[in-house]
């Protein structure tokens, strides 16, 4: 069964970083394109960050939403089927739900989400 | 960036009666060269992550019961629900994949039953 379990949310002051996990199991992880998709409390969904496998450890092309890029760093070790989300210069407004979420049948960008994790809740705040 | 519309924000339908949502895109998500639309529609009910229902604009995830279709073309989509269960009550997003990232959800729409 395909599991994404997400860690790292807590309480941060604006102009901090944090950094993101997700650990998966259940299925090859280094053939799957990963995404971060949050949910601001009681808000709608924001597809945030995107990552194409590749050959190697590390992952391929990653893609960012204007809302995070140049603060927001996604990244994966496949040999440890982990993906991260490095976060800084955080803002009130990056408050949300982060959830990480599997692209359907593999490695194309161009794919909807299949499986989700549960989240992690970031808050901004002093 | 692609923005995607929703309509109506929310709806109240009966059990056992047709509910209907409405998605639309600010660009045409029919990519010629395969004749597929970039478009996915996703459940969400309170305190859970999204969960795919359809995506392609028509295909239904498997598992997803047969009572809930799309349908639609180039900027304009349904996501139908033939006849409303109470397990169907939650919130309802599409979301277009077409091209590069970011790709961007609709507002969403909440369902309840009336």
């Known amino acids: 069964e395909v599991h994404l379990l997400e860690s790292g949310g807590t309480l941060v002051q604006p102009g901090g970083s944090l950094r993101l996990s997700c650990a998966a199991s259940g299925f090859t992880f280094s053939s799957y394109a990963l995404a971060w998709v949050r949910q601001a409390p009681g808000k709608g969904l924001e597809w945030v960050s995107g990552?194409?496998?590749?050959?190697?450890?590390?992952?391929?092309?990653?893609y960012y939403a204007d809302s995070v890029k140049g603060r927001f760093t996604i990244s994966r070790d496949n040999s440890e089927n982990t993906l991260y989300l490095q976060m800084n210069s955080l803002r009130a407004e990056d408050t949300a739900i982060y959830y990480c979420?599997?692209?359907?049948?593999?490695?194309?960008?161009?794919?909807?989400?299949?499986?989700w994790g549960q989240g992690t809740l970031v808050t901004v705040s002093s | 960036d692609i923005v995607m519309t929703q309509s109506p924000d929310s709806l109240a339908v009966s059990l056992g009666e047709r509910a209907t949502v409405n998605c639309k895109s600010s660009?045409?998500?029919?990519?010629?060269?395969?004749?597929?639309?970039?478009l996915a529609w996703y459940q969400q009910k309170p305190g859970q992550p999204p969960k795919l229902l359809i995506y392609w604009a028509s295909t239904r995830e498997s598992g997803v019961p047969d009572r809930f279709s799309g349908g639609g073309s180039g900027t304009d989509f349904t996501l139908t629900i033939s006849s409303l269960q109470a397990e169907d009550v939650a919130v309802y997003y599409c979301q277009q994949y077409y091209g590069a990232p970011p790709y961007t959800f609709g507002q969403g729409t909440k369902l309840e039953i009336k």
């Open positions: 979420a599997r692209l359907l049948g593999g490695s194309a960008a161009s794919r909807p989400l299949d499986c």
């Open positions: 990552i194409r496998n590749s050959g190697g450890n590390s992952g391929g092309n990653t």
């Open positions: 660009q045409s998500l029919l990519y010629s060269s395969n004749n597929k639309n970039y």
